[in-house]
Each structure stands twice: as C-alpha cells, then as structure tokens.
C-alpha cells in the first residue's frame, strides 16, 4: 500500500479521516456539523485541500491519506464495492475504514490477475479513461488452437459486434498452441473475450 495526499470532495475527505461511511459522512455536513478553516460548509462535493484545517463535531481532524492497493483477484470475486450475491475485492482488503475504496477498472467473475484499489479517484480515473491508452496484459487460455488468420486479425483490429469502431490492435504473444499473452490498451465490456469470439475462438 502506498499513501499520499491530495485535494478531495470532503464527504470523503470526512470519511477517510473519521470512520463514517460516505452517507452519514454526507449527513453531517449538511446539517452543519463540519467546518473547514473555521467556516461551516453544508457541501458534501466541496473539494477540501490537502492541508486544510477540518473539524467535526468540535474535533480537529487529521488529513487522510489517500491509498493505494494492489491485490490479487481470485476466481469468483467481482470488481465491485458490494454485491449481493458475491464476495467484492473489497472483500479482500483487510483496513478499518473502506469509505471511498474502488478497484480502478475490472477483471470478469471467472478472471483472476491484479487488480488496483483506491481511494483516489483523480488517479483512478488517468490509469482507466481509454483516452490515457494504459495498456493491460492478460494471459488467456484458448478453447482451440489460435490461427494464423485470427492473430493477423487481432493485430489490425477486429469489429465488436455492437461497438461503432474496430478495436485498436492488439500486441499478441503466442505462448502456446492454445495459449497468448494479449496486451491493448482499451477498455470495452468483456473486451477480450469477444475479441477472440470475434476471431472464431474462445477464452
């Protein structure tokens, strides 16, 4: 885990430094029971500085640190903050206080790998938002032998079914007969299985 600070909405900063969950966090302020530098603030979006003074119920608060997680996801646990039916990778991290926790991008149910979870959503979102192009690297296992034609295919960029736009290529590095290392750089709904359904294979 890595730890630093930084400019946050102060219904998380709230949160991170007191224990309340972001709804009762968002509560409080709204019923005036927080100031920032001596002044009340009603606001739960209202971004608070790093060295700002935050005081609650009449205590000084200390600065939150942001966090920063790196896991590994089994098979079976979602990418989510809850769910119902499923264990989270939130699930996974053993912290007193997960106000503001999220895995920042997903893996499938039935993947595992690592999977990054934090509380800062400004970074969150540079290492997600396509337009960044950080690129991903996942090992898949094939159901049949991948193709000359299908690694061609791959490399140029194949069309989604539903997707306007073909997907940007692929590096694509065959481990074996049924097995490839695939990196890119987008981020569409279960993107790499319907690649390679797209190529006449699956994942």
Same mark, same amino acid.
């Given at each position: 885990?890595?730890?630093?600070? &930084? &400019?946050?909405? +102060?219904?998380?900063?709230?949160?991170?430094? &007191?224990?309340?969950? $972001?709804?009762?966090?968002?509560?409080?302020?709204?019923?005036?029971?927080?100031?920032?530098?001596?002044?009340?603030?009603?606001?739960?979006? $209202?971004?608070?500085? #790093?060295?700002?003074?935050?005081?609650?119920?009449?205590?000084?608060?200390?600065?939150?640190?942001?966090?920063?997680?790196?896991?590994?996801?089994?098979?079976?646990?979602?990418? *989510?903050?809850?769910?119902?039916?499923?264990? /989270?990778?939130?699930?996974?991290?053993? =912290?007193?206080?997960?106000?503001?926790?999220?895995? *920042?991008?997903?893996?499938?149910?039935? #993947? /595992?790998?690592?999977? +990054?979870?934090?509380?800062?959503?400004?970074?969150?979102?540079?290492?997600?938002?396509?337009?960044?192009?950080?690129?991903?690297?996942?090992?898949?296992?094939?159901?049949?032998?991948?193709?000359?034609? *299908?690694?061609?295919?791959?490399? /140029?960029? =194949?069309?989604?079914?539903?997707?306007?736009?073909?997907?940007?290529?692929? =590096?694509?590095?065959?481990?074996?007969? $049924?097995? *490839?290392?695939?990196?890119?750089?987008?981020?569409?709904?279960?993107? =790499?299985?319907?690649?390679?359904?797209?190529?006449?294979?699956?994942?």
């Amino acid at each position: 885990m890595r730890t630093t600070t &930084s &400019s946050r909405r +102060l219904d998380q900063w709230l949160g991170q430094a &007191s224990g309340l969950s $972001r709804a009762q966090a968002q509560r409080a302020i709204r019923r005036g029971e927080v100031k920032v530098d001596g002044e009340p603030v009603t606001d739960p979006g $209202r971004h608070v500085d #790093a060295d700002a003074r935050v005081e609650f119920a009449g205590e000084l608060l200390a600065v939150p640190q942001l966090r920063y997680f790196m896991l590994h996801k089994p098979a079976g646990v979602v990418c *989510a903050t809850e769910d119902r039916q499923h264990r /989270t990778v939130l699930d996974l991290i053993d =912290v007193p206080n997960k106000a503001g926790l999220h895995p *920042a991008g997903r893996l499938d149910i039935d #993947a /595992t790998g690592l999977v +990054l979870v934090t509380d800062d959503g400004e970074w969150s979102h540079r290492i997600t938002a396509p337009r960044h192009k950080v690129t991903k690297i996942y090992r898949v296992t094939l159901a049949e032998p991948l193709t000359d034609a *299908a690694a061609a295919a791959l490399a /140029t960029g =194949v069309q989604l079914r539903g997707e306007p736009k073909r997907c940007a290529p692929a =590096v694509l590095e065959q481990l074996g007969e $049924r097995e *490839a290392r695939l990196t890119i750089a987008e981020g569409k709904y279960h993107q =790499v299985k319907r690649m390679l359904a797209a190529v006449g294979n699956h994942v």
